[in-house]
């Protein structure tokens, strides 16, 4: 299969933030996407291509329009159950998916379209999948997502959160799998997103154009020389994008299996509290950013350095009261921070989990 020339993600100079957001994103795609925001020129669709072609093929159900997992049935589509009701799965193995949603993109182009008139006359369902089925499994990236429609918006957000695509109509439904990454990328001069839709948002990164004189002599040299030979410039990379990509398959078969104890959930729950964070979204990202990054580090469990790289992502763009550009907050802050949540902690909430408690409390022990 012939390798997608796309400039690769190892060789995208600074603005390390946004590539952490984007592969603990990869590591476990329910943490629920991420929007980037920055000016012109700062490498946003180039790093969201680059995620794409950096991740693994996948193994699909061969005839599938959903890239349905052949070892998770329980979340094929319906057409895709019907299709393998009594015959032996047939497998095949393709590349990543990677979809870009044009801004004029309909609530029909993303959801995929029912056949009423055929539903009704032969009794069959037929469904003409969408943008929704197209990214199962891989990368869905919104450039300019502040000027989508809010509500093809929230249609996105919604199967980020659930995983799966459920259209009706007259009675008639069809459901299939939609889990995938989503990446959203906008500049803010052209114009601000809802603050509802914001916060649906798991991780949000501001990024800038780099100062350093010579981060910006890398960009340059590091580009023209992709521009005039794509292929052996990739080959040159080859080598530190096999160890990403290999690391984030660790980190995927590892991630569900990252331990956490009482003492981790309260250090989250009095950290969102310190900064009066509604809701309690945040609070889940940082979990699942938290087990994520310890995945990726080859771990089994949470520690405190794992919270704060989550935060770092998940709560600048929670903060009432305060601009975006004001809302940066730095690994130093957060530490401190969490150093005052933990000390306020009483003795009961500091320690480890022991053998003899509740089951409630022991849904994921650390040993």
């Known amino acids: 299969m012939a390798r997608r020339q796309v400039f ?12 952490r957001a984007l592969i603990l994103n990869a590591v476990n795609p329910q943490i629920g996407g991420v929007l980037i925001r920055g000016e012109r020129g700062t490498a946003k669709s180039t790093a969201a291509r680059a995620l794409a072609a950096l991740l693994p093929d996948i193994e699909v159900l061969s005839g599938s329009r959903y890239s349905c997992d052949p070892k998770r049935p329980n979340e094929w589509a319906d057409d895709t ?33 029912l056949d009423i008139e055929k539903a009704i006359k032969s009794g069959e369902k037929h469904f003409e999948p969408g943008v929704l089925a197209s990214a199962n499994r891989g990368v869905l990236y919104v450039d300019e997502v502040n000027l989508l429609d809010d509500h093809v918006v929230d249609l996105l957000l919604d199967s980020a959160a659930m995983g799966i695509n459920i259209v009706e109509r007259e009675g008639i439904s069809f459901s299939h799998p939609a889990k995938f990454i989503l990446v959203g ?72 299996d990252v ?49 704060v790289l989550a935060a770092e992502l998940a709560l600048p763009h929670r903060i009432k009261g305060r601009l975006f550009q004001d809302t940066e907050i730095n690994a130093y802050e957060l530490e401190e921070r969490l150093e005052q949540v933990q000390s306020d902690m009483g003795p009961g909430e500091t320690g480890e989990l022991m053998e003899d408690e509740s089951s409630s409390d022991t849904v994921k022990k650390k040993p």
Request: aromatic fraction near 6%.
């Open 81 to 113: 159950h019907a299709m393998y009701a009594d015959d032996e799965l047939i497998t095949e193995v393709r590349s990543t998916p990677f979809v870009d949603l044009p801004v004029s993109a309909t609530e029909d182009r993303v959801v995929g379209t």
């Open 259 to 307: 331990r956490y104890n009482r003492r981790d959930l309260m250090s989250i729950a009095g950290l969102t509290s310190s900064f009066k964070i509604d809701g309690h979204r945040a609070d889940l990202v940082i979990l699942r950013g938290a087990q994520a990054h310890a995945a990726l580090m080859g771990r089994d469990a949470i520690n405190d350095h794992d919270i």
């Open 8 to 19: 690769p993600f190892t060789a995208i100079v600074g603005q390390e933030r946004m590539k």
């Open 185 to 256: 990328t906008m500049n803010p001069e052209e114009g601000d997103i809802r603050p509802q839709l914001l916060d649906r948002f798991a991780f949000s990164v501001q990024i800038e154009g780099l100062s350093d004189q010579e981060q910006r002599v890398q960009i340059m040299e590091r580009r023209i020389a992709f521009e005039i030979d794509p292929e052996n410039f990739y080959i040159e990379w080859a080598i530190k994008e096999k160890q990403l990509s290999d690391q984030i398959s660790r980190g995927r078969k590892l991630v569900n």
